[in-house]
């Protein structure tokens, strides 16, 4: 079992940045990959970001060159820094890990809203 707990998340102006933290905790020697989704009201859970042992990163393409994922393993935690916050990127940012023997595990989730 892996346990994560977010933060960061809050109200910022369009244009402000953030940079939210996910904690794992528990059986962290099972985590392959590590990274963060969003859910914005009425819609689906998307793909924000991930990050493998390996240090190989994956952005999704609306959000390269304004968000950055990284990791810090001597204390377990996944960064992502959003810089450049739209309205659009209003959502719940969830942390998940995906474990070497494919089980998931999500965070409760941090809310980020972005005024215009």
């Known amino acids: 079992q892996v346990q994560l707990v977010e933060s960061g998340g809050g109200l910022v102006q369009a244009g402000g940045s953030l940079r939210l933290s996910c904690a794992a905790s528990?059986?962290?020697?099972?985590?392959?990959?590590i990274g963060w989704y969003r859910q914005a009201p009425g819609k689906q859970r998307e793909l924000v970001a991930t990050?493998?042992?390996?240090?190989?990163?994956n952005v999704a393409d609306s959000m390269k060159g304004r968000f950055t994922i990284s990791r810090d393993n001597a204390k377990n935690t996944v960064y992502l820094q959003m810089n450049s916050l739209k309205p659009e990127d209003t959502a719940v940012y969830y942390c998940?890990?995906?474990?070497?023997?494919?089980?998931?595990?999500w965070g409760k989730g941090t809310p980020v809203t972005v005024s215009s």
């Open positions: 998940n890990v995906q474990s070497l023997s494919g089980s998931e595990y």
């Open positions: 528990g059986s962290i020697f099972i985590i392959n990959n």
């Open positions: 990050i493998d042992r390996s240090n190989s990163a």
